[in-house]
């Protein structure tokens, strides 16, 4: 329960990664439907009409699995004559574009549906670590600089949040429970974070505050405790 992963879904199926062991569970009635073992923890997920993908951060990889039978497909360690990730953290996908939030490397790549390499951010990034779309825009977590940044779809830079306590702050290093999580409405995306007894430190699932932002110049419009 501890180490595990939850990918957001819509439908009636929710995928949960555990250590190294991925499982899909029906929303209905919460039974394990099927089960799959993984050659790492997987970190992130995101579901897409036909593929789960996931973020191995022990291997450096991107790994893409069967949303059905949970087959293995293939892992992306390499790109773009050799490039590699260093920590990646988030990945989304909207349309046929792949954004992966490529943490300590601060940078956010855009690949194909085929993971072949497209393009990667030029603003300057300090462990980018979530990432949503909704096919206009890519929203990012930028960890170490206390910030989301809205980004078009060429990874080009359109906006950001405020630094003065909107953005709160995570602890000095990026760690697998300090990633916040975004979610993204018509108007509207929201970050979930906790706070600590020091600092602000933004959390994968346990967070006790709710933000909600206007999307167009990502301005807060109300923060909730949960």
Same mark, same amino acid.
């Given at each position: 329960?501890?180490?595990? +992963? ?14 190294? +062991? ?6 209905? #009635?919460?039974?394990? $439907? ?61 349309? #046929?574009?792949?954004? =992966?939030?490529? +943490? ?35 929203? =990012? ?36 429970? $300090? ?48």
């Amino acid at each position: 329960i501890i180490d595990k +992963t939850i990918e957001n879904s819509y439908g009636n199926v929710l995928y949960i990664s555990s250590r190294n +062991t991925l499982a899909m569970i029906d929303k209905s #009635n919460f039974s394990v $439907l099927r089960t799959s073992s993984t050659a790492n923890v997987i970190d992130s997920l995101f579901r897409s009409p036909e593929i789960l993908y996931g973020v191995e951060r022990a291997s450096n990889s991107i790994v893409q699995i069967n949303i059905s039978s949970l087959a293995f497909i293939s892992r992306t360690t390499t790109f773009a004559d050799g490039d590699t990730f260093n920590q990646p953290h988030g990945i989304c996908r909207v349309n #046929n574009n792949i954004f =992966v939030a490529d +943490t300590f490397n601060d940078r956010v790549i855009r690949f194909n549906e085929d993971m072949v390499f497209v393009s990667s951010s030029q603003i300057v990034l300090s462990s980018p670590t979530a990432i949503v779309s909704d096919g206009s825009f890519v929203y =990012v977590f930028d960890a170490l600089n206390f910030r989301i940044v809205k980004l078009n779809m060429d990874l080009n830079f359109i906006a950001q949040s405020h630094t003065n306590n909107e953005v709160s702050p995570q602890t000095s290093s990026v760690g697998a429970r $300090l990633i916040p999580k975004l979610f993204l409405t018509n108007k509207h995306l929201f970050s979930a974070y906790r706070k600590t007894s020091a600092r602000f430190a933004f959390t994968e699932f346990d967070g006790s505050y709710i933000q909600m932002r206007d999307k167009t110049n990502l301005r807060l419009l109300k923060e909730i405790p949960i």
